[in-house]
């Protein structure tokens, strides 16, 4: 099941309320995802299977954050402003 908004939809969303959309960034992609998924397997158990768990997510940031991915993205970061004179 998907959620939220893609890249597209998101530019056209922020347009639509008057917003001037200057970069859009992807900031997720199936590294990351992987290594939320397994912290969210974990999250309820006991102390050491969540230490045991804690490198490999971290070694999942380090690669996405390098570039070390797959897939679409999955977030975004958007930086977006209200035009000058209101229009």
């Keep these: 099941m998907r959620h939220g908004y ?8 922020l347009e639509r309320a ?6 859009v960034t992807p900031t997720t ?3 990351l995802q992987l290594a939320e998924e ?4 974990v999250r309820d158990a006991r102390l050491p299977v ?3 768990a804690l ?10 954050r390098a570039g070390l991915t ?3 993205a999955r977030g975004f970061y958007v930086e977006a402003r209200k035009p000058l004179g209101g229009g």
């Design 6 to 13: 893609g890249r597209d939809e998101i530019v056209s969303l």
């Design 55 to 64: 490198p490999f997510v971290r070694a999942a940031l380090a690669l996405e």
């Design 50 to 52: 969540r230490t045991a």
């Design 29 to 31: 992609r199936g590294t």
């Design 70 to 72: 797959w897939g679409p």
């Design 18 to 23: 008057g917003l001037r959309v200057d970069r």
């Design 38 to 41: 397994a912290r969210e397997r």
